[in-house]
């Protein structure tokens, strides 16, 4: 939920773009069954990981 949140706030702050939300088969442990899943561009996946993890941004040059 973590994730999510983040996406939703850098997209309400104009940060990233609010990515396309995708339905898709998973299959689990105990069956399968459709989650929500966000499609996001290769920018807005580097700015999510960075706000999530401060070691990442430290290891960019």
């Known amino acids: 939920m973590k994730l ?3 996406i ?3 997209a309400e702050r104009g940060v990233i ?3 396309q939300i995708e339905e898709v088969s998973n299959p689990g442990p105990f069956g399968p069954k ?4 966000y499609r996001v561009s290769k920018r807005d996946s580097y700015v999510i990981v960075a706000q999530l ?6 290891h960019l040059p």
Do not use: G, N, V, Y
């Open 53 to 58: 993890s401060p070691e990442f941004t430290a």
């Open 8 to 10: 939703e706030t850098l």
């Open 17 to 19: 773009r609010l990515p």
């Open 4 to 6: 999510k949140r983040t």
């Open 34 to 37: 459709t989650i929500a899943e």
